[in-house]
Nanobody, 120 residues
Framework: QVQLVESGGGLVQPGGSLRLSCAVS????????MGWYRQTPGKQRELVAT???????DYADSMKGRFTISRDNAKNTVNLQMNSLKPEDTAVYYC??????????????WGQGTQVTVSS
């Protein structure tokens, strides 16, 4: 069984910073891409950033230059450093991982979500 546990959300003022972390545990053979998505009420979940097993990164346009995704393969964690936060960044942020449970069994897994609120 695979578990994703997110941490680091909270309330921050506009222009501030937050760092989200996601720890992956359980029966894992290998981890491919890891990423962060976000969702606000009434809207579809949208991509924030992804990072491959080789540490290639990709960002949604509105996050480029403000957010940085990183991973620690030894600890099976993925982080999202968010700087220059804006009120429109307010959302529930979800960790997502593409991994192999066994050599032949692959799946995508989601965390439970962590609330980020940017407000003065």
């Amino acid at each position: 069984q695979v578990q994703l546990v997110e941490s680091g959300g909270g309330l921050v003022q506009p222009g501030g910073s937050l760092r989200l972390s996601c720890a992956v545990s359980g029966s894992i053979f290998s981890i491919n891409a890891m990423g962060w998505y976000r969702q606000t009420p009434g809207k579809q979940r949208e991509l924030v950033a992804t990072i491959t097993s080789g540490s290639s990164t990709d960002y949604a346009d509105s996050m480029k230059g403000r957010f940085t995704i990183s991973r620690d393969n030894a600890k099976n964690t993925v982080n999202l450093q968010m700087n220059s936060l804006k009120p429109e960044d307010t959302a529930v942020y979800y960790c997502n991982v593409d991994l192999y449970v066994t050599k032949w069994s692959r799946g995508r897994y989601w965390g439970q979500g962590t609330q980020v609120t940017v407000s003065s």
